[in-house]
């Protein structure tokens, strides 16, 4: 687990390297592709802006039956984060969650590409949250493999104001599942 607080987290040639976040809180993850190992735990109000062609590869197992952890590759803990223009997929051609956002109010999700994910975005307790144009495909093994029993675009569990916009969303279950209250 990697944490973004204080300082920006910019994965450069396949690593993590901690820098002085700038005055805006803005993280540019460059062209390229970066590798984490697991989670990252962003716990900031920061914004991960990707130049054209950077992607975000993560090595985080899906959710099988048996495990009741979703294990996301970019875990957000903090009101007011932004994402957009990133690539994100698996490692292993499978992944779990690209995208937790937990207790992560007006945290905007926007022109991603996310795909072969279990689960794209997930809204837990993250209220007037922003998902849009984005794309998303999530994994298709729901179809054979009995330990990823289903796959889902984008789930909101509970966050009130919720507004998803012009997302593109393929190969799940449900692409989008809106829960609470009006969804």
């Known amino acids: 687990l990697y944490s973004v607080a204080s300082a920006l987290l910019v994965p450069t040639e396949g690593t993590l390297e901690a820098q002085e976040a700038s005055r ?5 993850l460059r062209a390229g592709v970066h590798r984490e190992g697991g989670t990252v735990e962003v716990s900031a109000p920061v914004t991960i802006l990707g130049e054209a062609g950077a ?10 039956v048996a495990s009741p ?7 957000v803990r903090s009101h007011g984060f932004a994402l957009r223009g990133v690539e994100m997929r698996p490692a292993g051609g499978v992944g779990g969650a690209a995208i937790l956002l937990d207790n992560a109010d007006g945290a905007a999700v926007f022109q991603n590409n996310l795909h072969d994910f279990q689960y ?3 809204v837990e307790g993250s209220d007037h949250t922003r998902i849009f144009d984005n794309r998303i495909s999530t994994t298709l093994a729901w179809l054979s493999d009995p330990n990823v029993p289903d796959a889902l675009g984008i789930v909101n569990i509970n966050g009130l104001g919720t507004i998803l916009a012009r997302n593109t969303v393929s190969n799940a279950v ?8 009006n969804g």
């Open 55 to 64: 992607v975000l590869e993560s090595q985080v197992p899906t959710w099988p």
């Open 174 to 181: 449900f692409g989008i599942w809106a829960c609470d209250r």
């Open 69 to 75: 952890t979703i294990q996301p590759a970019l875990w």
């Open 24 to 28: 805006s809180g803005q993280i540019v």
């Open 120 to 122: 794209g975005v997930i």
